[in-house]
């Protein structure tokens, strides 16, 4: 697992930027109803997209929420005075506060399908009847795009996935959150280049394969065997699934 703390300084530059920013946030706005006046987004990160969903909506009133010190104070200083830091298995709001809850780029880093079913349980709680609730799913699947990266990497040891689409609707339907729509946005900026695999295995961005792994030693030599090491592959493209309450 990453340490986001560290990752906070450079976490944007590393992702896509504004690009893939906007990307996100156009398609989560595509499903949060006109009207919604409190929004809450879970895992806010840097408060990079969390700010365009506060620019986006007139009088639509945005907090962030993020477990991370360094990530919160980054998304601080983009929304001054809308961050809370606190774990989204245990949100500090009161039953029914938000009109919208979003969780963009979360469920596939927890640490269990418990810890899956007890987020999207507390998104339920927080929202308002007829509320939304927007999340990505499915976000390994994403990444791999066809590429000769992918055909590398594809013997690597994974862990099960736990994001899902059909697993976050089995929990979502335990809390009342019927679908209410889907959409797909590119990870702008993401698409990756051999070398840049190199140095995101090194950092220890594949879980299952953490620095110092000899096994991570023999993809990075096939890894830096590829042609166009430079040469960024085709961008992932994200998921989104929308579930109403009640």
Known sequence: ?????????????????????????????????????????????????????????????????????????????????????????????????????????????????????????ECARVLRPGGVYVTTVDKAAAHNVGSDIDAVLAPRPRTPAMDTAATVEKYADEHGLRTNGHARFPGRGQGRSPRRTVADLRRGWFVTLPPGDPRADGFAVRLAALPDQDRARPDPEFTLRAFRKG
């Open 1 to 121: 697992m990453l340490d986001y703390n560290k990752e906070a300084v450079d976490y944007d530059a590393l992702r896509g930027g504004e690009p893939r920013a906007e990307a996100a946030a156009e398609a989560v706005l595509g499903l949060v109803p006109e009207g919604t006046r409190r929004l809450l987004d879970l895992a806010c990160g840097t408060g990079i997209v969390t700010r365009r969903f506060a620019a986006g909506r007139h009088g639509m009133r945005v907090t962030g929420i993020d477990l991370t010190h360094a990530m919160a104070s980054r998304a601080a200083e983009r929304l001054p005075g809308s961050v809370v830091i606190a774990d989204g298995r245990r949100l500090p709001f009161r039953d029914g506060e938000f009109d919208a809850v979003t969780s963009v780029w979360l469920l596939h880093l927890l640490g269990g399908a418990e810890d899956v079913r007890t987020v999207v349980a």
